[in-house]
């Protein structure tokens, strides 16, 4: 199957449930296919076929052929996720439902307007996103088993580029490398305490009755606050040491903890629920207030060492362990480092379209710069969320080109490892398919399907 397909399907069953179900009032509905036991119905395929045309995103082929043997191929990865005992239970996907459900809802501007428009209660909605994503993760761990530790060797990658084309090589896109030195202006004591105050305030409105989640949702400055800042469930290691200290330190989900500080600013906790080694819980977050004169001088002190750089008095590093503040890059000679969260990779060389999606305000003063040059002071936004001032050096910038055995062999292997990991799955399908049972509706026992499901 190929990649862009799957994921063109894969995305249209994720957002099936914002189309127009009304849309199936139009549909006589029937079986149209039968894996393992499993129906297909006509309206799966309308309703993934409407999807198509509703988010402009046309599938390749004849949709009646591609969409119902896309349902099959899932189908066979449900039943083998069955046969293997493979486990995913609703607490596992909760923050990924709840995620999507405040996307929903954003898309269509309020909960009032989406269950009125989708003819559904949020109760439904949410049933239904959990299913869907509970299959989904199943496919993940079957898929997973099915590939293995397969990890194409160095000899792999070089035999399968020796014989293509330069012109068929893959472009890569243009990539920076970055050093950054960071500090953060002072906070006064009295807006500390002005933030205290605050929560404690808020402890004490909801020790007299007020909902945590409401006040949550109209004062915390957490991403969790549109969700009445439930986090989901999580184990101690997920969360910062403070936090997860006090949080699972909770044993009366009717209690409000004390007030805890962390790097992303300070917290009241309340416990949900405990399973097993993990809770759920929720919090709101607030932060103190940065002035302007702290962030003024912050930024002069700041475009004092970028001027000694421009001297020459002292070089970029010696100037990120004297006076930068950021804990991720101060022993790395300042070097930003970009993680790919799908491979668990890290590399020092940023995408240009990922650093303007992680770091705006850094990616706005490397296109202004060349490489070597320091900049000024600026403000942006540290990963904690607070105001930080920092000044960058732009280390190395390589352009927009055709991948190079030699200095994209990362590249390359991760494309070798994903054509083999592919194939592996195509010939377990195709084993898979032998030995499930396969009936499909004679008006859709078309030609042309990828894969032998009639068995001729």
């Given at each position: 199957?190929?990649?862009?397909?799957?994921?063109?399907?894969?995305?249209?069953?994720?957002?099936?449930?914002?189309?127009?179900?009304?849309?199936?009032?139009?549909?006589?509905?029937?079986?149209?296919?039968?894996?393992?036991?499993?129906?297909?119905?006509?309206?799966?395929?309308e309703m993934l076929r409407l999807q198509s045309e509703f988010n402009h995103t046309p599938i390749e082929g004849d949709p009646y052929k591609v969409i119902p043997e896309e349902l099959a191929i899932q189908k066979l990865f449900l039943h083998q996720a069955e046969l293997d005992s493979i486990e995913v239970s609703p607490s596992d996907v909760a923050d990924r439902v709840e995620e999507r459900f405040q996307e929903m809802v954003e898309q269509y501007g309020s909960e009032e307007v989406l269950v009125e428009y989708l003819n559904q209660s949020v109760r439904e909605l949410k049933e239904q996103l959990t299913t869907w994503f509970v299959d989904q993760y199943k496919i993940y761990n079957v898929r997973s088993k099915i590939i293995g530790d397969y990890k194409a060797t160095p000899a792999e990658v070089r035999r399968y580029f020796k014989n293509i084309p330069e012109d068929s090589l893959p472009m890569v896109p243009a990539q920076v490398e970055v050093q950054i030195i960071t500090q953060s202006p002072f906070i006064p004591r009295e807006e500390v305490e002005r933030v205290k105050s605050e929560l404690m305030g808020y402890a004490e409105r909801i020790n007299k009755g007020e909902s945590f989640a409401t006040l949550a949702r109209l004062y915390s400055v957490d991403g969790s606050s549109r969700v009445g800042g439930e986090l989901g469930f999580k184990g101690r290691a997920e969360w910062v040491p403070e936090f997860s200290a006090v949080a699972f330190a909770l044993t009366n989900p009717k209690t409000v903890s004390k007030i805890v500080k962390t790097e992303y600013g300070y917290h009241i906790i309340q416990l949900i629920e405990r399973k097993g080694d993990k809770i759920n819980c929720r919090h709101i977050l607030r932060r103190p207030e940065i002035s302007d004169e702290e962030l003024n001088k912050t930024l002069a002190r700041l475009d004092s060492v970028s001027a000694q750089i421009k001297k020459g008095a002292i070089s970029f590093e010696q100037a990120v362990l004297l006076f930068s503040e950021d804990k991720d890059t101060r022993n790395?000679?300042?070097?930003?480092?970009?993680?790919?969260?799908?491979?668990?990779?890290?590399?020092?060389?940023?995408?240009?379209?990922?650093?303007?999606?992680?770091?705006?305000?850094?990616?706005?003063?490397?296109?202004?710069?060349?490489?070597?040059?320091?900049?000024?002071?600026f403000v942006m936004e540290g990963n904690n969320g607070m105001k930080v001032c920092s000044v960058i050096k732009l280390r190395n910038k390589i352009p927009e080109h055709r991948a190079d055995i030699t200095d994209d062999f990362k590249l390359l292997t991760e494309i070798v490892n994903e054509k083999k990991s592919e194939e592996i799955v195509e010939e377990w399908i195709k084993e898979k398919i032998k030995t499930t049972y396969v009936s499909i509706k004679d008006s859709w026992k078309k030609s042309g399907y990828k894969y032998n499901w009639l068995k001729e």
């Open positions: 199957m190929k990649t862009r397909l799957r994921y063109i399907l894969c995305v249209l069953v994720a957002l099936v449930l914002v189309c127009n179900i009304k849309a199936q009032d139009n549909v006589l509905d029937e079986v149209v296919w039968t894996v393992g036991g499993e129906p297909i119905l006509k309206s799966d395929v790395n000679m300042g070097i930003m480092v970009s993680t790919d969260y799908v491979t668990r990779t890290q590399s020092m060389r940023y995408k240009l379209e990922d650093l303007h999606l992680q770091h705006q305000d850094v990616a706005k003063m490397v296109e202004r710069m060349n490489v070597g040059d320091v900049s000024k002071a």
